[in-house]
Each structure stands twice: as structure tokens, then as C-alpha cells.
């Protein structure tokens, strides 16, 4: 199978999709921008192939001593990623990678200050408040209305 074939195929282009996705408690750099809060993680990944080494760099100079490589692992298209990683992000880390033999792949790592320790979380995290909601009990005939407490009411 060509090459060109290879990678036009639904799911070389899946495969494609999740290396890209960015990992649970890490951020990882399959994109051309990583946007990572200070102190969080960090995860930058390459792709080369099997019989290259990856080569990294940082604004065209060394890495930062807060990054070390962080082993290697095959990917699903025959590629090898190569792992960078840091276990808390700091602005001195911010910048332009580059990885793999000529052509680079470029990735810019942007690191956004850390929340103000205190600041309430924006509305539109904040989990709604609970709501219970108090329905008059079916009855019949007389008697005393008792009302009941319905759980499928609640405001989720």
C-alpha cells in the first residue's frame, strides 16, 4: 500500500485524530499550539520513524532542564512518538519545539498563568444547586394531603 493510500484511508485518519488528542492529566503536543496552565502537566509527543531519532529542540537552541525525554512508545500507523515530558509547567518552558530529522515538526507550547488561589470558579462550571421539589401525595377520597418527596424532580 502507498504511502499517499495509506494516510487517505478513514482509519489512518482516525488514528491520526486520537495521537492528536490531548491526554487526561497532561497536555500533548500533536497540534501545532498546546495551550497548558502553569503548574499543570505537560506531555509533548513526536512522531518519527522507526529507524530515526528524535531530535529536540526549543526556540532553535537546548531544551530546558525541566524537560527530559520520557521514553518512547509505537504508534498505531508505524511511527515511533517520542515523549517529553515535565511534571509541572512553568513560563520558562514556554516556546517553540522542534522535533525529528529535517522536516521538523513544530509545535508552540503556551503557558497561561496559574488561577488566583481563591477565585470562585466561572458560572458556567459551577455545578447548578439542588433543588428538590415537594409534590402533594395522591390520594384518595379524604384526607390529609401529605406531600412527597419525587427524586426525578431534581434540577440536574
Known amino acids: 500500500m502507498s504511502r499517499r493510500t495509506a494516510l487517505s484511508s478513514p482509519m489512518a485518519l482516525l488514528l491520526l485524530f486520537l495521537a492528536a488528542v490531548v491526554s487526561t492529566r497532561a497536555q500533548t503536543a500533536a497540534a501545532a499550539a498546546v495551550a497548558v496552565a502553569e503548574g499543570a502537566p505537560v506531555l509533548l509527543e513526536c512522531a518519527v520513524a522507526v ?5 529536540w529542540s526549543r526556540d532553535g537552541g537546548p531544551l530546558p532542564r525541566a524537560l527530559r525525554p520520557a ?3 509505537a504508534a498505531p500507523d508505524g511511527t515511533v512518538l517520542a515523549r517529553l515530558a515535565a511534571p509541572r509547567a512553568a513560563p520558562a518552558l514556554a516556546g517553540e519545539y ?9 509545535t508552540r507550547l503556551v503557558v497561561l498563568p496559574a488561577p488566583l488561589s481563591g477565585t470562585p470558579p ?4 459551577r455545578p447548578a444547586p439542588l433543588r428538590p421539589r415537594l409534590f402533594p401525595a ?6 390529609s394531603r401529605r406531600p412527597r418527596f419525587d427524586e426525578t ?3 440536574l
Not at 529507524?51 to 531530535?55: H, V
Not at 522542534?98 to 513544530?106: I, T
Not at 466561572?122 to 462550571?125: D, I, L, M
Open 51 to 55: 529507524a530515526a531519532a528524535a531530535a
Open 71 to 73: 521514553g518512547e512508545r
Open 98 to 106: 522542534r522535533c525529528g530529522p529535517a522536516p521538523h515538526q513544530r
Open 122 to 125: 466561572p458560572p458556567s462550571s
Open 138 to 143: 395522591q390520594t384518595r377520597g379524604r384526607g
Open 153 to 155: 424532580s431534581l434540577n
